[in-house]
């Protein structure tokens, strides 16, 4: 179930909040954990197994690597654990990307010399629910226990409602225990914060429905007409499509968690600030996808040395934490090749750029509009030969900037169809909106406002509800 | 009076629950009823003899002219064979179809030929939704409507892929018949072609939807029965598109359902290969 569904805002929702109210607080707890079951029981009946096990064999972990003090032993036991967790999350999310290419690799040596190597067949899984973010959260616990910033955890709802609660639990933030462990125990509700829960909910609904998958709708439009023939004024439109619709979809879902957990009296951290208004790519993933980038410098980059032994060193960092980031996103080559394209730009800035760019005003930018639209082309398209087909688009062999070049039927036609949104998605990119929201948000214009993107919002759901695709009927 | 303060205090809270209550009482009744409308089979019989009524006059005159001509052919069946024709035979044709046919429209070049196309649309609402602009003007109109203000040739339909799971094939192929017999009353001398609604890949298939290629099939065949092979023709796209699995051809598409722009041209070329003939 996601949240931007009839189903969840009209009907788990409200019956949620209701229990959770009306229950005394020390059994809030238990009200979330098996809401959040539920919740999880809807998008994925079968591997609420898988999720219930991993919670009960960390706990048990967690506890057992804090009772242990022999040096030796505790390293193996977190070896295990991490094999254990990792391995999971290999299985199910990576373990067909590895068979395929090693079936490709197979097949060249028999075609090429004329060995009998045997490929292995594929196996047919789908991927659980959720399972890249809580894996995330769970290794983190057991390495905050490793590493003595805290103490495991005894109570297993506890622990439970942590790792399940609802709002984080299928696409993040990323939530750290040892940032969440109070509240969850001790937590004040006020009208006041449910109230500025549900206006942050309300944003980031609004900002995936009513600007993320309009966006979105483009985007699809043009894979679905296919790269090789669309114009190159059409392919840059696009590729700024696909920029709004992917900050717009997450940080609608982000926002949208964030209210959730106010609404619940709990803080969610905020995973986006402003990554459009950076000046460098370095910049950018400061303000991208925040928790992310917290992980794998809390428990990657900064384990491996960090800048502290040397630029070779930290280069290599870089190419590990980049690598592993692209390959987090997807079992696909496509997004390990994005991941070393955003490891090479941001090399390139610590060595000597980033010293530039902090200088200039406009310049800067400029960069940042060619260079993520870009990389996120590496993100978005999972074929190679169709990265290329695009790039191709893009940047043809010649170019002749005269008016005609602008004239092209698809993208008149798609600017009229889309220009409007994707005008508003570029000024909302400008931090000045959200310097706004947040002065008059408890002013009486701002709240119609939301109120009306509120039932926009649910207007448009409901237009998709009678049309079972989610971009356009056939 | 402590009610009235507190929404006072938390405006946005009381405007969204209160709201949210209204909408609950009128939304879920209705909701239901639509759900339980869509499951039968919409009625949209709109008056055809109505409208036909401004065309039975020049109906009749062709007929006439036509008896004239060429007597034989009222009485006698002349066995048609499919020929393959070059662009210029599009010049009096005219597509009517959903988003597959969009497509055609957008990316086959054919700037001779008519287009009555929208996405979504469904045998059902194919006579009576207003989506063809009036030149000059924001209004649309009806392809019933159209149809009596032009005369075509020859009349292309493909409509099928939304409808697979609305009603039943029989009640697709009566509102087809339906469809069919007002064309042929609106435009007497047009020949019509029944396209065979386009497969989807295997991939999209086992997605396990009503977007299946079996309930296409199924409607297909219905189809079939509809020409006379006089001037209702019946032509299968899908036997230039398929794979071996009889599913569209994976490398033709992006999404499972519609044709990528650059392979438009195998339909083109099945169409342009799969023409009727007739003495003038």
């Known amino acids: ?46 591997y609420i197994i898988l999720l219930l096990v991993s919670l009960y064999i960390n706990y048990t972990i967690g506890i057992y690597l804090a009772g242990i003090n022999a040096h030796k032993k505790r390293k193996l036991l977190l070896l295990f654990s991490l094999l254990f967790n990792f391995g999971m999350l290999f299985g199910f999310k990576y373990l067909n990307f590895f068979i395929d290419n090693i079936n490709l690799l197979l097949q060249y040596f028999n075609n090429a010399y004329h060995y009998h190597f045997i490929t292995v067949p594929n196996v047919k899984i789908i991927l659980p629910l959720g399972i890249s973010f809580y894996t995330f959260q769970i290794v983190s616990y057991l390495l905050d226990i490793y590493y003595k910033k805290m103490k495991a955890e005894k109570n297993l709802l506890m622990l439970g409602t942590y790792l399940c609660m609802f709002p984080q639990l299928i696409a993040g933030p990323i939530v750290i225990y040892k940032d969440i462990y109070r509240e969850l125990r001790h937590r004040t509700h006020s009208p006041e914060m449910f109230e500025d829960g549900l206006k942050t909910f309300t944003l980031g609904l609004s900002s995936k429905i009513l600007i993320a998958n309009p966006c979105g709708s483009l985007w699809h439009e043009v894979q679905v007409i296919g790269f ?33 957990g106010r609404m619940l009296g709990l803080t969610i951290p905020k995973n986006f600030n402003q990554p459009y208004a950076s000046k ?52 696909s080559w496509n997004f390990l090749i994005w991941g070393l394209a955003v490891f090479v730009l ?20 400029i960069y940042m509009l060619l260079v993520i639209p870009l990389s996120w082309m590496l993100f978005a398209i999972e074929k190679l030969s169709d990265i290329k087909l695009y790039f191709e688009k893009l940047f043809p062999h010649t170019v002749n900037f005269s008016m005609s070049f602008f004239d092209q039927p698809d993208l008149i036609k798609a600017l009229s169809e889309y220009g409007l949104f994707l005008a508003a998605a570029l000024l909302l990119c400008i931090p000045a ?11 009486i214009a701002m709240i119609l406002l939301l109120f009306v993107m509120f039932w926009l919002s649910v207007y448009r759901l409901i237009s998709e509800v009678n049309n079972p695709f989610l971009y356009f009927r056939f | 009076m402590k009610i009235i303060k507190n929404i006072k205090k938390y405006p946005y809270i009381s405007m969204i629950a209160l709201s949210s209550v209204i909408f609950g009482i009128y939304y879920i009744p209705h909701h239901f009823v639509n759900a339980s409308v869509s499951a039968s089979i919409p009625i949209q019989n709109a008056p055809v003899d109505e409208a036909m009524s401004d065309v039975h006059a020049s109906t009749a005159a062709m007929e006439e002219t036509k008896q004239d001509n060429d007597p034989a052919s009222v009485s006698e069946n ?40 929208e996405n979504g649309l469904t045998i059902w609402d194919t006579l009576d939704k207003e989506l063809i602009p009036l030149e000059g003007t924001k209004e649309k109109i009806s392809i019933r409507n159209a149809l009596q203000k032009n005369t075509f040739g020859k009349i292309y339909i493909m409509v099928g892929i939304n409808e697979l799971g609305r009603g039943t094939p029989d009640s697709y192929l009566e509102e087809f018949k339906n469809v069919v017999q007002t064309i042929r009353k609106l435009q007497p001398n047009a020949t019509i072609y029944i396209e065979a ?25 219905k189809l079939e029965t509809l020409a006379d092979h006089q001037s209702v023709f019946y032509i299968d796209v899908n036997s230039a598109l398929d794979d071996e699995n009889g599913g569209l051809n994976e490398a033709y598409t992006f999404d499972g359902v519609h044709l990528k722009a650059s392979y438009i041209g195998l339909w083109k070329t099945f169409l342009l290969e799969n023409t009727i003939q007739k003495p003038d």
Do not use: C
Request: charged fraction near 15%; avoid cysteine; aromatic fraction near 22%.
């Open chain 1, 1 to 46: 179930m996601v949240f931007s569904s009839m189903q969840f805002i009209f009907g788990f929702l409200p019956v949620f909040l209701l229990l959770y109210y009306i229950t005394p607080n020390k059994y809030r707890n238990a009200i979330l954990f098996f809401g959040s079951l539920i919740f999880y029981a809807f998008g994925e009946p079968v």
């Open chain 1, 228 to 260: 090789e023939s669309i114009s190159t004024p059409l392919a840059w439109l696009s590729m700024f499509a696909f920029t709004f619709q992917i900050y717009f979809d997450f940080n609608g879902y982000s926002l949208m968690a964030i209210g959730l």
């Open chain 1, 280 to 331: 460098s790519v370095t910049e950018f993933w400061k303000r991208w996808h925040i928790t992310l980038g917290h992980w794998f410098r809390e428990y990657v980059y900064i384990p491996m040395g960090g800048n502290r032994n040397g630029s070779i060193r930290l280069i290599f960092n870089l190419f590990i934490v980049w690598s592993l980031t692209g390959f987090w996103h997807g079992a």
């Open chain 1, 346 to 365: 941001i090399t390139i800035e610590k060595l000597f750029l980033l010293k530039w760019l902090e200088q200039l005003y406009l310049l800067p930018h």
């Open chain 1, 433 to 443: 909106f959200s310097h706004i929201y947040n002065k008059y948000k408890n002013k």
């Open chain 2, 78 to 117: 002349i066995v048609y064979e499919f020929q393959k024709a070059d662009v210029d035979y599009f010049n009096d044709a005219l597509f009517i179809g959903d988003s597959r046919s969009v497509g055609l429209f957008e990316y086959a070049g054919w700037d001779n030929a008519t287009f009555y196309v």
């Open chain 2, 197 to 221: 609604v386009m497969h989807v890949t295997i991939k999209k298939d086992e997605e396990g939807t009503y977007i299946n290629n079996a309930g296409i099939n199924e409607r297909n065949a």
